[in-house]
């Protein structure tokens, strides 16, 4: 198509909304993402007041609705411009990875779903049957990601991004709604069966994963020097600080998830099923234990990388890189909202179970801090829409190039974004 081409002077030729198209990656569908842990979070809270429910539905409504605008709006990108896509996704692991992304917000809506109104036969059948779904959009994902990254392009340990754990996230994701739609819904035992079974090996498939990926990551931090550290770009090591956290949400997911199977065969009657094994109510009892103490040491590995992404952080802020120590707003600090609020379910859930008032206002907390840090982003990203900071316009939406008295900073600092967006 003609809208592929440039000409020499690059995709800044381009009217400024083919080139905001153009930039519109699959790093979107995180913003929905964190909407909808967010719609979770509130509608589990331990402390309720009158109206957060509400608030809850309509941070649900509002998960449903980003969720299509990034998904049309990708579709229309991927008409738009079909070999640069193709392009992106066979040379940016980053645009590989955050397209895990879409079964996560979509797993996060069913699971909502359960929850207001599985109650209800019609509702439970839906939310069922929808988990399914989901389910096998995980399983894909889980599996076809990291092949491709280990055999189409792979990052080498030295390019390795925490967003590369968004498959195992799916996966997880998936796991822990499956815990909470058989507590949640009026499916029968039997229904349910498939269900808890399926989830535990979704942990399975996903917690080893995550084992490794660790490993890397860290060999991949304790192996810069102090020379690389120092050549390193300040925004790259900003966007890097934020992405930590996405380390913290296989551990926080996983945790949620045995934590919810594991209450569900402890009361869900699993131990009068005519199933032959686990059909037994000594057995049952085992295994429900084992996943809540297991959950919550998962749940404290979650805690490390918690704090290990609060002191990147505050480390990249106020460190040691030349230059200002403003805060550019990029699209990548949205990886900061989901893996946080995965961690603050699992505390919601540890209070649940522990009847914990530490955990409790732990969680509470947590929520707090996740609203204030979920609204401030959405405003920079707004400001970021209207300005075309965020969409690579590094001119606004304006279509004349950049006049000739633009200082060499600000032209230093424009080619390292665009450097940068391409590298991530």
Request: proline letters at 4%; charged letters at 10%.
């Amino acid at each position: 198509m003609a809208s592929d081409r440039s000409d020499s002077s690059g995709t800044l030729a381009e009217p400024p909304r083919n080139l905001a198209l153009r930039n519109f990656g699959s790093v979107w569908f995180i913003i929905p993402q964190g909407t909808g842990i967010l719609a979770l979070c509130f509608w589990q809270s331990h402390y309720q007041f009158h109206g957060l429910n509400s608030i809850a539905l309509v941070a649900w409504a509002l998960t449903i609705v980003q969720l299509l605008l990034v998904f049309a709006t990708y579709l229309v990108r991927l008409v738009r411009f079909p070999r640069y896509v193709a392009t992106q996704l066979a040379t940016n692991n980053s645009e590989v990875a955050c397209i895990a992304s879409f079964p996560v917000v979509l797993t996060s809506i069913v699971q909502m779903l359960g929850l207001v109104l599985g109650h209800q036969d019609g509702w439970s059948t839906a939310s069922y049957v929808l988990w399914w779904i989901v389910f096998g959009l995980s399983v894909v994902i889980v599996v076809i990601i990291p092949q491709t990254f280990a055999t189409t392009h792979p990052p080498g340990i030295d390019k390795l991004l925490p967003n590369s754990q968004l498959p195992i996230v799916a996966a997880l994701t998936a796991a822990a709604a499956g815990g909470a739609l058989c507590e949640s819904t009026s499916t029968s035992l039997a229904q349910q069966l498939p269900v808890i079974a399926v989830s535990y090996l979704l942990v399975g498939v996903g917690v080893p994963l995550a084992i490794f990926m660790d490993a890397i990551f860290l060999a991949r931090l304790f192996n810069q020097t102090k020379e690389g550290q120092q050549k390193e770009n300040r925004l790259q090591k900003q966007m890097l600080a934020y992405q930590t956290m996405i380390c913290a949400g296989p551990w926080g997911q996983s945790s949620v998830a045995l934590l919810t199977l594991g209450k569900v065969v402890l009361t869900g009657g699993l131990g009068q099923s005519a199933a032959s094994v686990v059909g037994n109510e000594l057995a049952a009892r085992s295994v429900a234990y084992i996943s809540i103490f297991v959950g919550f040491l998962f749940w404290g590995h979650a805690t490390f990388w918690w704090i290990f992404t609060l002191l990147s952080i505050a480390h990249s802020v106020a460190g040691r890189a030349a230059g200002s120590r403003r805060i550019q707003f990029q699209m990548p600090m949205w990886s900061l909202v989901f893996p946080w609020g995965v961690y603050t379910n699992g505390a919601i859930q540890l209070g649940k179970l522990l009847d914990s008032t530490v955990f409790h206002v732990w969680s509470a907390i947590l929520t707090i801090l996740m609203t204030i840090i979920w609204l401030s982003f959405t405003a920079m990203t707004i400001k970021g829409c209207l300005d075309g900071s965020i969409l690579g316009l590094e001119h606004g939406w304006r279509s004349s190039p950049p006049s000739n008295n633009e200082s060499d900073e600000e032209h230093a600092m424009s080619h390292g974004r665009r450097r940068w967006r391409k590298e991530h």
